[in-house]
């Protein structure tokens, strides 16, 4: 826009003055347009690769555990490991095997370690580096297979601290509805969150080392409340 009120009135002033100097300018303005009509936008690049090393394992051919590797483009799908999970077993590997459900971290489905650190998938983001995002199972528990790991002994331990209410006292009135103060309800802050995903019980040494006798952090965590 602003070239081409320039070059009006250039173009005026020549029909009134045929100078070699209003010349150049009109010259100049012309070739400087041109150059910039040449210059392009350096392309952005339409691909982010991103690779994931993930643990297998497949009972039906007993062999040793295996990290296998996986490449996907990152702008093919959602930004949480579990959205590069579902990817990698619908277009690349479906024999890849892992538990899901909610995909909101209400669950607990989808707990996993994820380089390192245990977590869900469904609330772990995809890290944007540029080296290998590792996928192991929950640490020290019995594999399934591949990402999926044997519950028993977890759910076992939980059942064991009767995690149900129970009154000391009868009440007044057969059938009359218990109703809970906010006093009481406050109480339970910190405690009703957990949703036995057991990655707490997994991060824990001493769980690890005696996963039949210690209950362990999320069970302790509900006996508590």
Same mark, same amino acid.
């Given at each position: 826009?602003?070239? *081409?009120?320039?070059?009006?009135?250039?173009?005026?002033?020549?029909?009134?003055?045929?100078? *070699? *100097?209003?010349?150049?300018?009109?010259? @100049?303005?012309?070739?400087?347009?041109?150059?910039?009509?040449?210059? *392009?936008?350096?392309?952005?690049?339409?691909?982010?690769?991103?690779?994931?090393?993930?643990?297998?394992?497949?009972?039906?051919?007993?062999?040793?555990?295996?990290?296998? #590797?996986?490449?996907?483009?990152?702008?093919?799908?959602?930004?949480?490991?579990?959205?590069?999970?579902?990817?990698?077993?619908?277009?690349?590997?479906?024999?890849?095997?892992? @538990?899901?459900?909610? @995909? #909101?971290?209400?669950?607990?489905?989808?707990?996993?370690?994820?380089?390192?650190?245990?977590? +869900?998938?469904?609330?772990?983001?995809?890290?944007?580096?540029?080296?290998?995002?590792?996928?192991?199972?929950?640490?020290?528990?019995?594999?399934?297979?591949?990402?999926?790991?044997?519950?028993?002994?977890?759910?076992?331990?939980?059942?064991?601290?009767?995690?149900?209410?129970? @009154?000391?006292?009868?009440?007044?009135?057969?059938?009359? #509805?218990?109703?809970?103060?906010?006093?009481?309800?406050?109480?339970?802050?910190?405690?009703? #969150?957990?949703? +036995?995903?057991?990655?707490?019980?997994?991060?824990?040494?001493?769980?690890?080392?005696?996963?039949?006798?210690?209950?362990?952090?999320?069970?302790?965590?509900?006996?508590?409340?």
């Amino acid at each position: 826009m602003a070239s *081409t009120i320039l070059k009006r009135a250039i173009t005026n002033h020549l029909s009134s003055s045929s100078s *070699t *100097t209003s010349r150049l300018i009109l010259l @100049r303005a012309h070739a400087s347009e041109a150059q910039a009509q040449q210059v *392009t936008p350096k392309a952005s690049s339409t691909t982010s690769l991103k690779k994931f090393q993930i643990y297998r394992w497949n009972p039906d051919t007993p062999s040793k555990p295996e990290l296998k #590797e996986y490449e996907i483009n990152l702008k093919e799908c959602g930004p949480m490991v579990l959205d590069a999970l579902i990817k990698i077993k619908n277009d690349i590997d479906p024999s890849l095997t892992f @538990r899901r459900s909610c @995909r #909101e971290g209400i669950c607990g489905s989808c707990a996993m370690n994820i380089d390192g650190c245990n977590g +869900l998938a469904c609330l772990t983001k995809i890290p944007s580096e540029d080296s290998n995002t590792t996928i192991t199972p929950l640490p020290h528990m019995f594999v399934i297979k591949d990402l999926v790991v044997d519950m028993t002994n977890f759910y076992n331990q939980y059942k064991s601290i009767e995690p149900w209410l129970k @009154r000391k006292n009868p009440p007044e009135e057969k059938g009359k #509805e218990i109703l809970q103060s906010k006093k009481d309800r406050a109480k339970l802050d910190g405690m009703y #969150e957990c949703i +036995l995903c057991a990655c707490c019980s997994t991060s824990c040494p001493s769980y690890w080392w005696n996963p039949e006798s210690y209950l362990g952090p999320a069970a302790l965590l509900h006996a508590n409340r």
